[in-house]
């Protein structure tokens, strides 16, 4: 599938990003079609994008810039100031991840960009804020996973604060702002006006809190760690079978299928499981009831068995299991991309299916080498060979 063929092949995105959030904002324009231009540092700064995800070859730097070309620019010089501007004043889309001050000092702010181009859509992400008393602090992952909340409610309870295996913050942030990009492009259409659209590792988090958030909003209850089990409904958690482990979800009016599908009717005659309430109350005796029975029979059998019940159970995965269930195959979750040193390389596609495109879209080219293409995307937007040998010899780019 060609750029051409994708739903953003028309718009121009510069990627100022680094790190995780920003990158996966800018990866979901690029994967659906829009030209980005990853813009960084020339090497002779000294200065390296990819040290913070690791090598450039390696997995993480390979997953987060594919489809993606490098443009290098010194952004404090005063030539590549002047360059980025003038590619500013064509471009759609801006994504950034500074901290709040920085995108200031180096004069290519929201307010400067949209002083040579009103049509500009202008995306950040910060860790707390644009503004606030923690603007100016620096934010990872893991640090808005536990201002958050996130990690008091991950783990078993006792355990102490966990965190989640994924920097779902980052992931998280960074589609949050690619729907906002998205939503300001639409806005465009009708108004002819850019905007500016942030978010941050923290908003995110709080919004990915979800029901664990109403229930302290609305209900008043502070969630505390439950482990593997549901915080709420019961029984569903994960249970010792056999030959492993499964996860298995029976509550509410699921509990009578559960309870005839694998024949304990004892189990729906103890008053003390008779509603949600009382089962809720006697989680810890409910569940040692159900690990008992279901040490009895591999895994396998009550996956076939439940599901065919209408009871939702499903195998504890390692990652390469998961790769090669069945199902994640026929979804052809894993797409392939060429690299001209690394070989092919295997990556994930972006989780959307739209109908008119019945096959996921194919990856264009691999995560680019440092200014890659420089030279190209000057030429594209009409520089000349001796405009870029002056830039050159300046080394703004």
């Not at 443009?71 to 500074?98: C, R, W, Y």
């Not at 996973?145 to 008091?152: D, R, T």
């Not at 609305?218 to 499964?246: F, K, M, S, W």
């Not at 269930?325 to 060429?338: G, I, K, T």
Request: net charge negative.
């Amino acid at each position: 599938m060609t750029a051409a063929s994708l739903p953003l092949c028309e718009y121009t995105v510069l990627d100022l990003t680094q790190a995780r959030a920003g990158p996966t904002a800018a990866r979901v324009l690029a994967d659906w079609g829009a030209d980005v231009f990853y813009i960084e540092p020339p090497l002779s700064s000294g200065k390296n994008r990819a040290a913070l995800t690791g090598q450039r070859d390696g997995f993480d730097f390979q997953n987060l810039h594919r489809n993606k070309r490098s443009l290098t620019i010194d952004l404090k010089h005063p030539k590549g100031h002047a360059l980025f501007m003038s590619l500013a004043q064509k471009a759609d889309v801006i994504v950034e991840n500074f901290r709040a001050d920085v995108k200031h000092r180096l004069g290519i702010d929201y307010e400067a960009v949209r002083a040579v181009n009103a049509r500009i859509v202008y995306g950040s992400i910060s860790g707390f804020g644009q503004d606030g008393p923690y603007r100016k602090r620096p934010g990872v992952d893991q640090i808005a996973q536990a201002l958050g909340g996130l990690m008091s409610i991950t783990g078993f309870p006792e355990q102490g604060p966990v965190r989640v295996g994924i920097p779902i913050t980052d992931l998280c942030a960074g589609m949050f702002l690619a729907q906002g990009i998205l939503l300001a492009l639409l806005h465009r259409e009708t108004t002819g006006e850019g905007q500016w659209v942030h978010t941050s590792l923290l908003e995110s988090m709080c919004f990915m809190l979800d029901f664990q958030a109403s229930r302290w909003l609305q209900a008043g209850e502070v969630p505390r760690q439950a482990g593997n089990d549901h915080p709420t409904g019961v029984p569903q958690g994960c249970y010792q079978t056999a030959d492993g482990l499964i996860n298995m979800a029976a509550p509410g009016a699921m509990f009578k299928r559960f309870c005839e599908a694998v024949g304990a009717p004892q189990l729906l005659d103890n008053p003390d499981y008779r509603t949600a309430k009382s089962r809720s109350d006697n989680r810890h005796q409910l569940n040692a009831e159900i690990g008992d029975i279901l040490a009895t029979q591999p895994s396998a059998h009550w996956v076939q068995l439940l599901n065919d019940a209408g009871v939702p159970c499903g195998p504890v995965n390692r990652v390469d299991q998961t790769f090669n269930d069945p199902q994640v195959h026929h979804l052809n979750v894993v797409r392939q991309v060429e690299h001209a040193r690394l070989g092919t390389l295997d990556v994930v596609r972006q989780p959307v299916n739209l109908s008119s495109m019945p096959q996921p879209q194919t990856f264009r080219h691999p995560s680019p080498d440092t200014g890659q293409h420089t030279e190209q995307i000057l030429r594209q937007v009409g520089f000349n060979d001796a405009q870029i040998a002056q830039l050159r010899e300046a080394e703004a780019v």
